[in-house]
């Protein structure tokens, strides 16, 4: 008989503002067509399995609801979070200097100290979209010398 294949399981906290695309992100992951996808209110969490049958990671999704009044609910998942993954809607100029606030609320937090940290430059396919190499710098990512992260266009 083979032996039983593991399975890590790891939550990744899935934050941005509301409109970033979070959910839209999470519905392309999963297969889902993501023109049905309706706005967060509270969180959902979905599940991701990586690898093959011996060994599997399955990466447990948090997605939470993006508007001023649900941000507040946030820190309450931090302590659970192996990974963030903060979604910047790189089409909204106006709201950029809001994100760039947010997030560095959220990396303030001493439960997220270490955690690593992905930042994707969503919506890059909109005309006006400012690219993730841009969004590095007007987010200061440089200047994050306490976690690993990284900055993806999608």
């Known amino acids: 008989m083979g032996q039983a294949g ?5 939550n990744v906290l899935m934050l941005g503002l509301d409109g970033s695309g979070k959910s839209s992100i999470l519905a392309r992951l999963l297969g889902d067509d993501p023109r049905t996808v ?4 509270g969180f959902t969490i979905r599940a991701f399995q990586l690898g093959d049958t011996r060994e599997r990671a399955v990466l447990k999704l948090w997605d939470q609801g993006g508007t001023a009044p649900m941000r507040r609910y946030w820190p309450a998942y931090y302590a659970k979070a ?7 809607d790189a089409s909204d100029h106006r709201h950029l200097a809001t994100a760039s606030a947010v997030l560095q609320e959220v990396l303030d937090s001493d439960d997220l100290l270490g955690v690593p940290l992905l930042v994707l430059a969503n919506k890059q396919d909109a005309p006006n979209a400012i690219p993730a190499s841009e969004i590095e710098e007007l987010l200061h990512l440089g ?4 976690r690993t992260w990284n900055c993806l266009p999608t």
């Open 82 to 88: 192996h990974a963030l993954c903060f979604v910047i």
């Open 6 to 10: 593991s399975t890590a399981s790891q």
């Open 143 to 146: 200047s994050i010398r306490d």
């Open 38 to 41: 309706l706005p967060t209110y």
